[in-house]
């Protein structure tokens, strides 16, 4: 019998220590809307949410350190100086060889964000007109048009007495026939007398339409090329693109071991707004978090695109061999069977959250 009391002892000891020890100290990590501060020490979000109720649940005492990065919480458990890390901390194969995780809480993984403005937008149209200043073809064009409209000027000056005397009316004129002809094969002009003048205006027609037709193709292929170079619609577009992430997230890991050029940013708002400053030309994140921040900020010119890369979940990090393992799967077990879990990540992410 003494047997069986030292033995129920011992298998009883790790739950009789949780008990009575100190509060647990609970590391906190991550971007809204998984952790949100509320200032003077008032957390918020769902992976709060999550863990007061599993430590309501299981009359655990705490309290809470704050970590600017996930990084830096995982070595923090690592190490010893906190218990559990309550943060979107993606399962990866580097954090395993470090610390121990709970089942998944949530299942995630990468997306792009892009600067792009939202569709239906006047301030689209006009920016996409302008860019055609920027293609070479188009000065080509105008150059041209201005050498006709100078050389019909003077000849019709010197030959047709019709044509009007001032100098600002003559230019008018001559640049309405050459934009005229070009366009539709169609003016007043007569250009020169007899069947010379004739032969030159059907060449001048024909070499209009030629010229309209290249022109038009042109500039569609230009515009289209310079589009298509510009865009990134997925993660095999980001090589030789500078793209934002945050700091010690798996992002960020992901991109470096890719050799993608990555900056680091402390927050998600600090990157989108590098990226709408044109520092970074996409951001990378966990999708949940974009899609949160697109859905509460309605106006900013951002959009998600291309699929989910790099499958993550989610989960609470412990140190290896933590009592606490059991026992936090156990009660994310009941808020997922509840319904409960499903209700807080609603709460945060909104429709675009799907169990």
């Excluded at 865009?231 to 500078?242: A, F, H």
């Amino acid at each position: 019998m003494r047997w069986l009391l030292a033995i129920a002892l011992l298998l009883a000891a790790p739950l009789m220590a949780l008990c009575d020890a100190a509060p647990l100290r609970v590391g906190l990590a991550g971007e809204p809307p998984f952790l949100i501060n509320k200032g003077q020490g008032d957390w918020d979000g769902a992976c709060v949410d999550i863990w007061e109720k599993i430590a309501a649940a299981r009359s655990w005492q705490y309290s809470y350190s704050f970590f600017p990065n996930v990084s830096d919480a995982i070595q923090a458990v690592k190490s010893g100086q906190i218990d559990v890390l309550i943060a979107d901390a993606g399962i990866t194969k580097a954090r395993l060889a470090a610390v121990e995780f709970t089942q998944p809480f949530l299942r995630s993984g990468l997306q792009i964000m892009i600067a792009e403005p939202r569709p239906h937008s006047i301030k689209r149209l006009a920016l996409d007109l302008f860019s055609l200043a920027a293609l070479p073809v188009f000065w080509s064009v105008v150059a041209a048009v201005a050498v006709l409209t100078v050389v019909v000027y003077f000849f019709e000056k010197r030959h047709n007495p019709d044509f009007p005397k001032t100098r600002g009316e003559g230019a008018v004129e001559a640049f309405y026939y050459v934009i005229s002809l070009a366009l539709t094969g169609k003016s007043t002009y007569k250009g020169f007398p007899g069947i010379l003048g004739r032969l030159v205006m059907v060449f001048w027609m024909i070499l209009g339409v030629i010229t309209v037709a290249y022109v038009t193709s042109t500039i569609t292929s230009a515009m289209t090329v310079e589009k298509l170079k510009a865009r990134i619609s997925g993660p095999q577009d980001l090589p030789g693109k500078t793209v934002g992430a945050l700091a010690g997230g798996s992002a960020e890991e992901y991109l470096t071991k890719n050799g993608i050029t990555t900056i680091g940013f402390p927050d998600l708002p600090s990157a989108v707004d590098a990226m709408l400053a044109h520092r970074v030309d996409a951001v990378v994140a966990a999708f949940p978090l974009l899609q949160s921040f697109d859905f509460s900020h309605p106006r900013l010119p951002i959009t998600e695109i291309g699929p989910v890369f790099d499958p993550q979940n989610f989960g609470f990090a412990l140190s290896p061999g933590s009592p606490l393992r059991i026992a936090i799967n156990e009660s994310l077990l009941d808020l997922s069977e509840s319904g409960d879990l499903a209700a807080i990540f609603r709460r945060y992410l909104g429709p675009v959250y799907q169990p």
